[in-house]
């Protein structure tokens, strides 16, 4: 006790163990972070146990067989629904949406032709200009070249059906177009062509 009445050994014995309580609590955190950082190399992999992130050979082996045989039957059951709907639930002859669900709705099934580009005119041959009353006959000359002059599976003039079922689209015929089946470019006069597409249950 000094000459103030105070305690002066303990609180110097105090301060000078300050620095050894720092040296000790900062091993003590070494220690336990070397120690986490030990655990996690061998839950990653321990050569001992001979496991990998906490699984034998044989758990993984185990589970990737498991996978692939879960995978390969989900793989099969969506195959199956897809063959199923497509060979049973919908008719390939019979669209699944008629009238006014179909992209059609109640609107005719007609176009006309030459089509139309998304960005041109609605009339792209004007009727006074003769290069492009050429270019109209030429395109509906290769248009037309895909059908036969006799129609083979019906017969449009008697209107009875002579080969096929009743699915089975009429072939038309070029006979039905009279003097439009065959137009020569330098000729002063032109057909119009109206296309009915087939519209199922159609009034």
């Not at 034998?56 to 989900?74: D, E, G, H, N, Q």
């Not at 195959?79 to 497509?86: A, L, N, R, S």
């Amino acid at each position: 006790m000094d000459q103030y009445g105070n305690w002066t050994r303990p609180l110097l014995s105090q301060v000078l163990n300050v620095p050894s309580l720092a040296m000790k609590k900062f091993r003590e955190i070494k220690a336990t972070s070397a120690q986490r950082l030990r655990s996690l190399g061998l839950f990653i992999l321990n050569p001992e146990k001979k496991t990998f992130l906490n699984r034998t050979l044989s758990s993984w082996a185990k589970i990737f067989i498991y996978y692939v045989i879960f995978y390969t039957c989900l793989f099969g059951f969506l195959i199956g629904m897809i063959f199923f709907v497509t060979n049973v639930v919908v008719d390939e002859r019979v669209p699944s949406l008629t009238g006014r669900q179909s992209l059609l709705g109640l609107s005719p099934g007609l176009t006309f032709l030459p089509f139309v580009e998304a960005k041109g005119k609605l009339h792209p041959y004007p009727l006074y200009d003769s290069n492009n009353k050429a270019k109209y006959v030429e395109s509906m000359q290769k248009y037309v070249s895909g059908y036969r002059v006799t129609s083979k599976n019906c017969d449009f003039r008697m209107g009875t059906r002579l080969l096929g079922n009743l699915y089975d689209a009429c072939q038309f015929p070029l006979d039905l177009l009279g003097p439009c089946k065959i137009r020569s470019k330098s000729s002063q006069e032109f057909c119009i062509f109206l296309k009915m597409n087939k519209v199922m249950r159609q009034k």
